[in-house]
């Protein structure tokens, strides 16, 4: 069986961090791109962030460029998002997704259809 388990979220005060990780089993992501969405409560699930395959290029949303950074470690078939200095707005349930299985050479695939493979997903709730 094919799972994403996402884990460290929680409940932070604005201008605090946090890390998220995602770990892979049951296949390799190894040459998958990787991305976190997020979703708020009433709202649509949009991309945060995105790291290729290869680790090398990465995409942010304009509301997290500059305080969040995404990386992967391959090896241990996990993706990790970083949050610095947390706003109430960044309160929603993020989901960690990996790509669909084609070749994505040096891209960062930003759409919700691009990928296949989802996390159940983990709550962040940043209190002002």
């Known amino acids: 069986q094919v799972n994403l388990v996402e884990s460290g979220g929680g409940l932070v005060q604005a201008g605090g961090s946090l890390e998220l990780s995602c770990t892979g089993s049951?296949?390799?992501?190894?040459?998958?791109?990787m991305a976190w969405f997020r979703q708020a409560p009433g709202k649509e699930r949009d991309v945060v962030a995105v790291?290729?395959?290869?680790?090398?290029?990465?995409y942010y949303a304009d509301s997290v460029n500059g305080r969040f950074t995404i990386s992967r470690d391959s090896i241990k078939n996990t993706v990790f998002l970083q949050m610095n200095n947390l706003k109430p707005a960044d309160t929603a349930v993020y989901y960690c997704?990996?790509?669909?299985?084609?070749?994505?050479?040096?891209?960062?695939?930003?759409?919700?259809?691009?990928?296949?493979?989802w996390g159940q997903g983990t709550q962040v709730t940043v209190s002002s």
């Open positions: 049951g296949r390799s992501f190894s040459r998958n791109a």
């Open positions: 997704a990996a790509s669909r299985d084609e070749p994505w050479p040096g891209q960062t695939p930003r759409r919700l259809n691009d990928y296949d493979f």
């Open positions: 790291v290729n395959w290869s680790g090398d290029r990465t």
